[in-house]
């Protein structure tokens, strides 16, 4: 059964900097993405970012553009969202799951997921 795992949120003012990393283990030969999600309380999750296996192609949301970036250490089976110029509005529990339909920005594509990481940022 394939499991992600995250890591590295915590509370950074506004303008900081956190790395969050996704540990995934017993990914199947059919996953094709990697995607970050997140969650504020009382809203919907939403899509933050994605990475292709094969190719390293990326998409993001457009609030997180120029400051977020997504990666994989492909020998350590893991995803990273780097996360730059951090705001108030970015604050939420992150989650990270897998995809085998390619580059898609809603969570029904996805599965596998975390048990997710808070990240708040104070103004």
């Known amino acids: 059964q394939a499991q992600s795992v995250e890591s590295g949120g915590g509370l950074v003012q506004a303008g900081g900097s956190l790395r969050l990393s996704c540990a995934s283990s017993?990914?199947?030969?059919?996953?094709?993405?990697m995607g970050w999600f997140r969650q504020a309380p009382g809203k919907e999750r939403e899509f933050v970012a994605a990475?292709?296996?094969?190719?390293?192609?990326?998409e993001y949301r457009d609030s997180v553009k120029g400051r977020f970036t997504i990666s994989r250490d492909n020998a350590k089976n893991t995803v990273y969202l780097q996360m730059n110029s951090l705001k108030p509005e970015d604050t939420a529990v992150y989650y990270c799951?897998?995809?085998?339909?390619?580059?898609?920005?809603?969570?029904?594509?996805?599965?596998?997921w975390g048990q997710g990481t808070q990240v708040t940022v104070s103004s």
């Open positions: 990475i292709l296996w094969r190719n390293n192609k990326t």
């Open positions: 799951a897998a995809t085998e339909y390619g580059l898609r920005d809603h969570a029904v594509y996805y599965a596998y």
């Open positions: 017993g990914r199947t030969s059919s996953t094709s993405a």
